[in-house]
């Protein structure tokens, strides 16, 4: 069974902090990984997306791929009230048909 | 404007009725998904389409039902075998290929038994 696994949270962080989501998988086949950000009784919508071992930064996002420890984390700079937002970690498999999803983190950040 | 749209946003479903959600793309993507979304919970697979006339059952297929007679769009059936259908319902496609694939949803379906 394919899984990918977060910390459910919630995280709490100070506006202006950086905040670190975190996501493991256990496919090691997994080609793709994904971040998406959920609020609460909307869909989930992508925030970023890494293919390659390393960093993607993207405005306030980094995405870190480290694919040897089958890991994939987010940073969040400057963190806003409007960050807050339950975030899901994807991972598509190695036949590229299906994303696996974690439970999500859930992302507090206090004014 | 491109997009997955879905509706309704919100349906209620008596007990023993069978009901069916919409969901339409024209991003002309190849592969469609169906996922459930408990609350508190990640999303699960219920199907999903890679190509017209052909789909495959994900995790919870049980008491679900599809079709995928044209490109843009992929109905999702939720039939009286399913006996806890309350969740919310979000409809997925993706984009690119060899890898490069990318997965967008529609802004979901909220299913209540009455």
């Known amino acids: 069974q394919k899984e990918v696994e977060q910390n459910s949270g919630p995280l709490s962080v100070p506006e202006g902090a950086i905040a670190s989501l975190n996501c493991t998988y256990s496919?090691?086949?997994?080609?793709?990984f994904f971040w998406y950000r959920q609020y609460s009784g909307k869909s989930p919508e992508l925030i970023m997306f890494i293919y390659s071992n390393g960093d993607k930064e993207d405005g306030r996002f980094t995405a870190q791929l480290n694919k040897a420890s089958q890991y994939v984390s987010l940073l969040i700079r400057d963190s806003q009230p409007s960050d807050s937002a339950t975030y899901l970690c994807?991972?598509?498999?190695?036949?590229?048909?299906?994303?696996?999803f974690g439970p999500g983190t859930r992302l507090s950040v206090l004014p | 404007d491109g997009g997955i749209t879905q509706s309704p946003k919100y349906l209620f479903r008596k007990e023993g009725q069978n009901v069916t959600l919409s969901c339409e793309q024209n991003?002309?993507?190849?592969?469609m998904y169906w996922y459930r979304q408990d609350p508190g919970q990640g999303l699960r697979l219920i199907y999903y389409?890679?190509?017209?006339?052909?789909?495959q059952k994900g995790d919870i297929a049980e008491g679900y039902s599809v079709s995928r007679e044209k490109k843009e769009s992929f109905p999702l059936t939720v039939t009286s075998a399913q006996k806890n259908p309350t969740a919310f319902y979000l409809c997925?496609?993706?984009?690119?290929?060899?890898?490069?694939?990318?997965?967008?949803f529609g802004p979901g379906t909220r299913l209540l038994v009455l």
């Open positions: 991003l002309n993507h190849d592969a």
């Open positions: 997925a496609s993706t984009s690119g290929g060899a890898g490069q694939e990318t997965q967008y």
């Open positions: 994807a991972v598509l498999d190695n036949y590229g048909q299906n994303f696996v």
């Open positions: 496919d090691r086949g997994s080609q793709s």
């Open positions: 389409s890679q190509i017209v006339n052909d789909f």
